[in-house]
T-cell receptor
Framework: GENVEQHPSTLSVQEGDSAVIKCTYSDSASNYFPWYKQELGKRPQLIIDIRSNVGEKKDQRIAVTLNKTAKHFSLHITETQPEDSAVYFCAATRGNTPLVFGKGTRLSVIA | DSGVTQTPKHLITATGQRVTLRCSPRSGDLSVYWYQQSLDQGLQFLIQYYNGEERAKGNILERFSAQQFPDLHSELNLSSLELGDSALYFC????????????FGPGTRLTVL
């Protein structure tokens, strides 16, 4: 089955700097890759997703890149703000199987 | 608000007891997923239902069971509770195929004393 590895587990950045979180997946048939943000005690919320027919997707300060050959995808947050502090989860699926999540990255943005 | 509802929000019970968690998916979503999140842990997939039928099973204990009813709401039953079952339990719903966003409910925090 699918296995998703996520790095780093914790990340601290200064406000205004960029943050990058990386995930690798094992199932070459996976074709959907969402990223979720979870604040303490709250539900995971989708922030961006990408499908296997696209190499990059951007939404304001957030972007995701996908390298199908290397089987990895990354989340990029630019101009970080204190409200970006949260745990971020990547996930992967081939579409007829449940999402497999990475273990999460705790991002701290220091003002 | 994702449109997915879960009740109750909090549940405190004793070891050995049985509880039922309830989830109502977004309007139009046929798939319901259950996840367990222990303190500072990731999201562990438990089980998925699609239009009333079990679709996939993850690391769900034999003491746990679930079902999805004709109105598409789902219930997760946890029995013979142990201290280690204390966790946040989330359900999520989606249209499932083609692969689409899973929308999470607010979760039920279970505390077993």
């Amino acid at each position: 089955g699918e296995n998703v590895e996520q790095h780093p587990s914790t990340l601290s950045v200064q406000e205004g700097d960029s943050a990058v979180i990386k995930c690798t997946y094992s199932d070459s048939a996976s074709n959907y890759f969402p990223w979720y943000k979870q604040e303490l005690g709250k539900r995971p919320q989708l922030i961006i997703d990408i499908r296997s027919n696209v190499g990059e997707k951007k939404d304001q300060r957030i972007a995701v890149t996908l390298n199908k050959t290397a089987k990895h995808f990354s989340l990029h947050i630019t101009e970080t703000q204190p409200e970006d502090s949260a745990v971020y989860f990547c996930a992967a699926t081939r579409g007829n199987t449940p999402l497999v999540f990475g273990k999460g990255t705790r991002l701290s943005v220091i003002a | 608000d994702s449109g997915v509802t879960q009740t109750p929000k909090h549940l405190i019970t004793a070891t050995g007891q049985r509880v039922t968690l309830r989830c109502s998916p977004r309007s139009g979503d046929l798939s319901v997923y259950w996840y367990q999140q222990s303190l500072d842990q990731g999201l562990q997939f438990l089980i998925q239902y699609y239009n009333g039928e079990e679709r996939a099973k993850g690391n769900i204990l034999e003491r746990f069971s679930a079902q999805q009813f004709p109105d598409l709401h789902s219930e997760l039953n946890l029995s013979s509770l142990e201290l280690g079952d204390s966790a946040l339990y989330f359900c999520a719903s989606s249209v499932e195929y083609p692969p689409d966003t899973q929308y999470f409910g607010p979760g039920t925090r279970l505390t077993v004393l």
